[in-house]
């Protein structure tokens, strides 16, 4: 008999499986908003229309997935074969009829959120590999889609905001950020500081401080806007790339 719940006792996971499963809610509430004529119109990322965006999530999902069956049955099944293979089952899955691409977005949904329930306690330390050839334990799987769902709803562009998006999602996210710049050197002379609290990031002695609100700081970072977002007295810069 499968499980009706999830197999892990972990209360730290089951925080993270939560917010997980609440910006697939979110992503699908804001998809479920938009008309099928407008899944032809643009998203917030160049280049992709909300079919993309939604195509993306869709097989991200399924990638995910394989990456908790890895977890579970010591069989190595890889995300995806290559980048260029993602990026050609992105650009195929927007070309999908409407009510197919929000299957998509729904079945794979379901498809990785059961995956999650029933792995077992302690396969969730075992490690599988991502996209990028980083070795992560399949708890990481969790976090990886956590991101996509809730920044990707967003670029929906369809009233989500990173103000939407829960504190504890965008503080891990900018901590990423700031991280993945800092092993790259592409902070140098750069502080990032996020207004009524301690975090900093970035160099102490920096020429140029971005400061703003949490939400603000998290959409400039992710290279989103600039909404609420200062620079001393000069221009706000352009984020160093992330991802």
């Given at each position: ?123 969730w330390h075992h490690t599988v590999r991502t ?48 991280g993945s710049w800092a092993t790259r050197g ?14 900093t990031f970035g160099d102490p002695d920096a ?37």
């Amino acid at each position: 008999m499968v499980a009706r719940h999830d197999l892990t006792t972990d209360p730290g996971l089951q925080e993270q499986l939560l917010q997980a499963r609440r910006g697939t809610a979110f992503f699908a509430r804001k998809l479920n908003e938009l008309s099928d004529a407008e899944l032809d119109g643009d998203s917030l990322l160049p280049g992709w229309s909300r079919r993309h965006v939604v195509a993306h999530i869709g097989y991200n999902a399924r990638a995910i997935a394989r990456l908790v069956e890895w977890a579970s049955t010591g069989v190595e099944t890889p995300m995806y074969p290559s980048v260029s293979v993602r990026d050609e089952e992105i650009n195929f899955g927007a070309t999908l009829s409407p009510i197919a691409l929000r299957n998509l977005f729904d079945h794979s949904a379901v498809h990785l959120s059961v995956e999650w329930r029933d792995l077992p306690e302690d396969a969730w330390h075992h490690t599988v590999r991502t996209i990028q050839g980083r070795e992560v334990p399949a708890s990481e799987t969790v976090w990886m889609r956590t991101r996509e769902v809730w920044v990707h709803a967003v670029d929906l562009d369809n009233g989500a905001s990173f103000g939407d998006i829960p504190a504890s999602v965008l503080e891990r996210l900018l901590r990423d950020i700031t991280g993945s710049w800092a092993t790259r050197g592409a902070d140098a002379g750069l502080l990032v500081r996020v207004t009524g609290t301690n975090l900093t990031f970035g160099d102490p002695d920096a020429a140029v401080v971005v400061a703003g609100p949490l939400a603000g700081v998290v959409q400039w970072a992710t290279g989103r806007g600039t909404d609420g977002v200062t620079a001393g007295a000069g221009p706000v810069p352009a984020a160093p790339k992330w991802i």
